[in-house]
């Protein structure tokens, strides 16, 4: 396997490190919220990192590649949840970046099986990226407004 062959390599299985850590982050999030639709749709998030995890893997092994360094278990999240949901977001949105800089370079090198994983995954985090946004602007913002004790409790005369 060539220089070129090892970084798309390497970047295929960077790609699915972060896709493991953001599947195990969604689903942290999603243990935070009290609302049952919200907290669905970022177990769905989590799945979709899941399965964009699974592709990259599949690809991997396709390469000749792996096995692969297991990210780490523990993993630390912000109290500040609707912090955390914008993290997560512009992460999302940073790693669509990264897809597509990996697609063109398996469309370079003739692999249009990875090209294609990167640029499905890469669109997904797009769609991942403004839910993720939308959520932590939306929904939650005024769930967390109505729930902190300053809004709830009557202003002094």
Do not use: K
């Given at each position: ?17 972060a896709?493991?850590?953001?599947a ?9 919220i009290?609302d ?6 970022l ?6 990192c899941?399965?964009?995890?699974s592709?990259?893997?599949?690809r991997?092994?396709?390469l ?7 990210p ?9 949840t609707?912090l955390e ?6 992460f999302a ?9 990996t ?6 090198q ?17 769609d991942?990226?403004?839910e993720?946004?939308a959520?932590a602007?939306?929904a939650?913002?005024?769930?967390a ?9 009557p202003?002094?005369?």
């Amino acid at each position: 396997m060539g220089a070129r062959h090892t970084r798309l390599a390497a970047a295929l299985a960077a790609a699915w490190e972060a896709e493991v850590v953001s599947a195990r982050r969604m689903t942290m999030l999603a243990e935070r919220i009290m609302d049952a639709r919200v907290r669905a749709r970022l177990m769905v998030l989590a799945a979709f990192c899941r399965a964009h995890a699974s592709r990259l893997l599949a690809r991997l092994a396709a390469l000749g590649r792996g096995p692969l360094p297991v990210p780490p278990e523990e993993i630390e999240l912000d109290a500040d949840t609707l912090l955390e949901l914008r993290r997560e977001g512009a992460f999302a949105r940073a790693s669509a970046a990264r897809y597509e800089t990996t697609a063109e370079l398996a469309r370079q090198q003739a692999d249009l099986s990875s090209a294609w994983v990167c640029e499905l995954n890469r669109t997904e985090e797009q769609d991942r990226a403004r839910e993720l946004l939308a959520l932590a602007e939306g929904a939650l913002a005024s769930t967390a407004m109505v729930s902190s004790p300053a809004a709830a409790a009557p202003a002094d005369p």
